[in-house]
């Protein structure tokens, strides 16, 4: 069971309250017309710094908070934010996996217990016995004996306990997994077992999924196609081994350059300067022109669309130019 997810327009924004009684009170446009496909059974990486809306698409994808504009299907149903029969029918296809294991986990009930309780809120049909044994196939699918589901948040280590989030999100057999940065909190060994794990569970069960981190090299190893989000818009989105090899978005190019690859070791670092602009006072034209070391006035006023070119889409003056080179 899986199905295509399509996200179109999708736009968010928040309302800053007042600085001062005289004040006027400032929109933050948290995610900004944002469009993609995730074909069923594939992985779309979403990458970017913090602060550029990633969780909050992720938040939208799951209809945990509703856009201002756009939509989200997935297997051509509507994904929204009405808690109804509908949702609650969604809800069941679509489960997320978080940063933090230990903040995921109750402390006070043991893996077993916390795997099982998706399938009594949601899979009220089955009993104890059926449960038991739906625990157990989680359990194995995600390598974790039987012995170490009766231990405690705190007995496990953290990979143990990404684990157990993952058979958690599992149990229910979900058509998407919207995954927020979910190997940050791990030690960077742990974190190559767990992706090893999450791309064999996506061969074995054929889910869907949106894979979101800042880190580009977690993305690399399991994503699809990557999307590369700045400041609320995707600015690029390809396969893989475009965006890392030849990246054309130059927000690309420094993120790109600060991955250490022995294939591109004259690949020189491109430091940017300044901090990202406040999302509640996005520049006019292209959002990155006042980092950007390539900017042109035209960068100034213009803001460039995120338009196909051969087997990618880029959102650059540079490479779609509007002066009609
Ligand atoms: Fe840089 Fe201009 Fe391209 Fe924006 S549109 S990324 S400022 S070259």
Redesign the pocket.
Known sequence: MSGDLVVEGLTREFRLPRRGLWGRSATLRAVDDVSFTVPAGQILGLVGESGCGKSTTARLVLGLIPPSAGKVRFGGHPVSARIDADWRRMRRRIQMIYQDPLSALDRRLTARHQIEEPLVVHADNLSPAQRAARVDEALEHVGLSRTMAERYPHELSGGQRQRVVIARALVLEPALLVCDEPVSALDVSVQAQVLNLFQNLRRKTGFTSLFISHDLKVVRQVADRVAVMYLGRI?ETGAPEDVFHRPA???TQALVSAIPDPRHRGRKRILLEGDPPNPADVPA?????KR?????A???T?R?TLLPKGARSV?????HPPWGQ
């Open positions: 600015v978005h130059p927000y034209g292209c959002a990155f022109h950007c070391p390539a900017a042109r035209e960068c100034k213009l460039p959102a650059c003056h540079l490479v």
